[in-house]
């Protein structure tokens, strides 16, 4: 693969396509992913990362916290819990190392560093209040944590989710609101994205799940699942391809996801209540802010020069 650097124009960075014509040999492309706890950087994004690590952009993911208020779902394993012995944050950072590798991620931080800040749990309940609580912590000191992440690594495109969080978790909530200060004051990035969920595209891959005999889990009600009206999404990334890695990583995470295929294409993972979800052959993003030129199939698509990031490009 070549890659070339920054010119004249002022683009930062690189671009992972193949050039027919000689550029200079410098360093990748670069993706910065911040996720509130172990597991949502493959639920929610895991296809993408496989995907531009596989083409040269060097992927940093950094988690804000352990996990710790996870519910276990293996039987053998539920002494870990919050309840019990308490020990469900550090099991489950042997669960990400694992999941990282199998997208390929080579540049994994905790912010702060491993331990920080602690999972707030879900809305109302007392973990929200506990002195370590990521909900709890103060925000200067967490935005600050992040700017030095990305004033180190600069990105050209950062993703994280939306103002809700995708679902309304407390710590989902916080990431994006330390991500979007971050961003602003460090200055320079590209695009900043929001990770969602297609409606369409959902809806339609639970009802193919519907038609697939022997799913070990319960189909979602209708408007069950968090997803965004399609006319907000900006970019479908193409996953497709890379559906292998983005199911092994959720194995990986086995306190917390349960895996289902039938051999047939269809494809299931469900979390601690059972439900159904569809594994989808693309991820869906909003662009949030920057240059919406070539963003259609590409996080990075026309930054560079109208060359697209990777060399898989819109398909």
């Given at each position: 693969?070549?890659?070339?650097?920054?010119?004249?124009s002022?683009?930062?960075?690189?671009?992972?396509?193949?050039?027919?014509?000689?550029?200079?040999?410098?360093?990748?492309?670069?993706?910065?992913?911040?996720?509130?706890h172990?597991?949502?950087?493959?639920?929610?994004?895991?296809?993408?990362?496989?995907?531009?690590?596989?083409?040269?952009?060097?992927?940093?993911v950094?988690?804000?916290?352990?996990?710790?208020?996870?519910?276990?779902?293996?039987?053998?394993l539920?002494?870990?819990?919050?309840?019990?012995?308490d020990?469900?944050?550090?099991?489950?950072?042997?669960?990400?190392?694992?999941?990282?590798?199998?997208?390929?991620?080579?540049?994994?931080?905790?912010?702060?560093?491993?331990g920080?800040?602690?999972?707030?749990?879900m809305?109302?309940?007392?973990?929200?209040?506990?002195?370590?609580?990521?909900?709890?912590?103060?925000?200067?000191?967490?935005?600050?944590?992040?700017?030095?992440?990305?004033?180190?690594?600069?990105?050209?495109?950062?993703?994280?989710?939306?103002?809700?969080?995708?679902?309304?978790?407390?710590?989902?909530?916080?990431?994006?609101?330390?991500?979007?200060?971050?961003?602003?004051?460090?200055?320079?990035?590209?695009?900043?994205?929001?990770?969602v969920?297609?409606?369409?595209?959902?809806?339609?891959?639970?009802?193919?799940?519907?038609?697939?005999?022997?799913?070990p889990?319960?189909?979602?009600?209708?408007?069950?699942?968090?997803?965004?009206?399609?006319?907000?999404?900006t970019?479908?990334?193409?996953?497709?391809?890379?559906?292998?890695?983005?199911?092994?990583?959720?194995?990986?995470?086995?306190?917390?996801?349960?895996?289902?295929?039938?051999?047939?294409?269809?494809?299931?993972?469900?979390?601690?209540?059972?439900?159904?979800?569809?594994v989808?052959?693309?991820?869906?993003?909003v662009?949030?802010?920057?240059?919406?030129?070539?963003?259609?199939?590409?996080?990075?698509?026309?930054?560079?020069?109208?060359?697209?990031?990777?060399?898989?490009?819109?398909?």
């Amino acid at each position: 693969m070549i890659l070339c650097s920054r010119g004249a124009s002022g683009l930062r960075g690189v671009t992972g396509v193949l050039y027919s014509d000689p550029v200079t040999l410098t360093a990748p492309p670069r993706l910065l992913l911040v996720h509130a706890h172990p597991d949502d950087e493959t639920l929610t994004t895991g296809g993408t990362i496989a995907r531009y690590a596989a083409h040269g952009v060097h992927v940093t993911v950094v988690t804000c916290t352990l996990g710790e208020e996870g519910e276990v779902i293996p039987e053998g394993l539920q002494g870990l819990a919050v309840d019990h012995a308490d020990q469900l944050g550090g099991y489950r950072v042997g669960e990400l190392r694992s999941a990282c590798a199998a997208l390929g991620v080579a540049d994994h931080r905790f912010l702060g560093g491993m331990g920080r800040w602690r999972d707030s749990g879900m809305v109302g309940v007392d973990a929200n209040q506990h002195p370590r609580a990521f909900v709890v912590g103060d925000p200067e000191e967490q935005v600050a944590a992040l700017e030095a992440v990305v004033r180190e690594v600069r990105p050209q495109v950062v993703v994280t989710y939306g103002p809700d969080g995708g679902y309304g978790h407390p710590d989902h909530v916080r990431a994006h609101e330390i991500t979007t200060e971050a961003v602003r004051r460090v200055g320079g990035v590209d695009r900043f994205f929001h990770t969602v969920a297609s409606r369409s595209e959902t809806e339609a891959g639970v009802r193919a799940l519907a038609e697939a005999p022997g799913l070990p889990f319960r189909l979602p009600e209708p408007g069950e699942l968090p997803t965004v009206a399609d006319e907000l999404i900006t970019t479908a990334v193409d996953v497709s391809g890379h559906l292998p890695a983005k199911l092994s990583a959720l194995r990986a995470h086995a306190t917390q996801v349960s895996v289902w295929q039938d051999g047939a294409g269809h494809a299931s993972y469900a979390l601690s209540n059972g439900i159904a979800q569809p594994v989808l052959g693309h991820e869906y993003y909003v662009l949030a802010d920057g240059d919406p030129t070539g963003v259609e199939h590409d996080l990075f698509g026309g930054l560079f020069g109208g060359r697209d990031a990777d060399p898989q490009g819109p398909r």
